[in-house]
């Protein structure tokens, strides 16, 4: 039988309608390659083999009665820890929810369900999602397949990895100022930031309100598309929930035709601070579109400069406000200070919040309250808003004048674990060219450049379109993953020479 982890996840629901192979079988073999490798990747903070295989067996049930079926139905799925799960654990890779087992579910992961989409597990993230990296887990890093001394992005870094390894053939990332994009570039797989708005945010443990959007990891733009597909969709459980009907995503990545379309070259998000190999397979992608007949021109978005600085103030605020729910009353982990015979409700809080938050976590909490804080707020928060506004303003400029932008993903490959730890700036510049769709709300793509000549691991090329466009998305990603594709003679991820190892390395030990 053909290794069914190899298989894409459209190749792997054809062959569940056509019978070839049932949602258990499917479900069991990703299962098993999750305890062949997650010990050397640790992409997965908690597995859910009986409820996946009950899925499974569920979705095999339903396929029997032959009615209609979903289009992934039987599909196995991994799902990032900062979302709720009914019965599964849920942590958000802190120690201030180990162990808490939501009582509900998030919207998208009852759409999952609906669909009949075993959910194999929760994936490892960088604490609260405050991370380029996933080495802010209280869990411990994940580690990209490509290159296991290498970090596989953040926060989503679990998500990557897993889909990346083929312990998963899809995974649901989120994405507050790149988390599902960056990690798609440094570990050649592709991620799609939706609209703001477009996947709802119920049950979803809130990092940035206005700023956090859920969205699809996988190997193909196909596959993203189908899984996007699933999870999106008006929810009146979000007050922030786009109420319009969305095209499908996936008749959009099957169209072939992008002749005519106008394509900008973001001229702030390239060049200087870029490594020459990542900025050397952009050029040669941006080449290839033109080749499949897109106009290509130059565009100037200067405010996208000033993004990183406004991001870093938004996000701190509105952080310290979400995050001051975890008070020890109410659920998560609790601590009483040490040599206090009665406490009171604030030392109970303190030492708590002490012991459960990581350093990360605290200096955004830190930073974000001095911003809001009486007789700053409208010096920092407010002209960081004034920011965002220019931002937005950028956008709507360059989309008059072109279709969809497109940029490098992130300046650099995937640096070496620890490498950056000690440098918070260092690990925010990571996200210089993903923050500026957040700020504005609008969709955004990662999908694999190729290798930088420099250290042969995955960069990675970034799709940005209008608000509610996300098909756009889809349609240029997958005219654009054809044409590479043809040229590397097949997929990227063929060509990753640290996945036969993993197994090694977890035999090992490591």
Known sequence: MTDLTRLSAAALAQALRTGDVTSVEATRAHLDRIAEVDAAVHAFLHVDAEGALASAAAADARRAEGVPEPALLGVPVAVKDIVATKGVPTTCGSRILEGWIPPYDATLVKRLREAGMPILGKTNMDEFAMGSSTEHSAFGPTRNPWDLDRIPGGSGGGSSAAVTAYEAPLAVGTDTGGSIRQPGAVTGTVGVKPTYGGVSRYGIVALASSLDQAGPVARSVLDAALLHDVIAGHDPMDSTSIDKPWPSMAEAARRSDITGLRIGVVRELGGEGY????????????????????????????????????????????????????????????????????????????????????????????????????????????????????????????????????????????????????????????????????????????????????????????????????????????????????????????????????????????
Not at 332 to 352: C, D
């Open 275 to 510: 490594q020459t190999g990542v900025q050397a397979r952009f050029d040669d992608a941006v080449a290839l579109l033109v080749k499949s007949g897109a106009e290509v021109v130059e565009v100037s978005c200067p405010h996208f400069e000033l993004a990183l600085a406004a991001y870093y103030l938004i996000l701190p605020s509105e952080a310290s406000s979400n995050l001051a729910r975890f008070d020890a009353m109410r659920f998560g982990l609790r601590v009483s200070p040490e040599n206090v015979a009665a406490p009171s409700a604030e030392q109970v809080m303190e030492a708590t919040r002490a012991a459960g938050f990581g350093d990360e976590v605290k200096r955004r909490i830190i930073l974000g309250t001095y911003a809001l804080s009486s007789g700053y707020y409208e010096a920092y928060y407010g002209q960081a808003q004034k920011v965002r506004t220019l931002v937005t303003q950028n956008f709507q400029a360059a989309f008059d004048q072109v279709d969809v932008l497109v940029s490098p993903t992130a300046p650099t490959t995937a640096f070496r674990i620890g490498e950056k730890l000690d440098d918070p700036l260092a690990m925010y510049l990571n996200d210089i060219a993903t923050i500026p769709a957040n700020l504005a709300g609008v969709p955004g793509m990662s999908l694999p450049s190729g290798l930088a000549d420099e250290d042969g691991l995955p960069a990675g090329i970034q799709i940005l379109a209008p608000a509610l466009e996300d098909a756009r998305l889809y349609t240029v990603g997958a005219v654009l993953e054809a044409s590479l594709e043809e040229q590397w003679g097949g997929p990227l991820l063929d060509q990753a020479p640290a996945l036969a190892a993993a197994a090694a390395s977890s035999a090992d030990g490591r």
